[in-house]
Nanobody, 124 residues
């Protein structure tokens, strides 16, 4: 069974930074696309960022472009989300996710494995 465990969330002032980490186990990590999603109270879960299985392709939702960076370290089975210039609108529970199949870019509707989430709160 795939296990994804997020860490790094917390409370930060607007304009600040956080780095989220996701530790993966259970499958061959380096062959799967990874992603970050978030869900705010009363809203649907939304795509934030994805990184392809090879690491060569990254994609971001428009609202975080230029501020967030997704990366992966295959030797450590880790995926990161570096979040800079945080805004109150970024407040949400952030979830790490893994593509259900290997060797893909990883489109938002292709992720079937999820972590427990980590809370990010940005104050103004």
């Amino acid at each position: 069974q795939v296990q994804l465990v997020e860490s790094g969330g917390g409370l930060v002032q607007a304009g600040g930074s956080l780095r989220l980490s996701c530790a993966a186990s259970g499958r061959t990590f380096s062959t799967y696309a990874m992603g970050w999603f978030r869900q705010a109270p009363g809203k649907e879960r939304e795509f934030v960022a994805t990184i392809s299985w090879s690491g060569g392709t990254t994609r971001y939702t428009d609202s975080v472009k230029g501020r967030f960076t997704i990366s992966r370290d295959n030797a450590k089975n880790l995926v990161y989300l570096q979040m800079n210039s945080l805004k109150p609108e970024d407040t949400a529970v952030y979830y790490c996710a893994q593509d259900r199949n290997r060797f893909r870019i990883g489109l938002p509707n292709e992720f079937d494995y999820w972590g427990q989430g980590t809370q990010v709160t940005v104050s103004s």
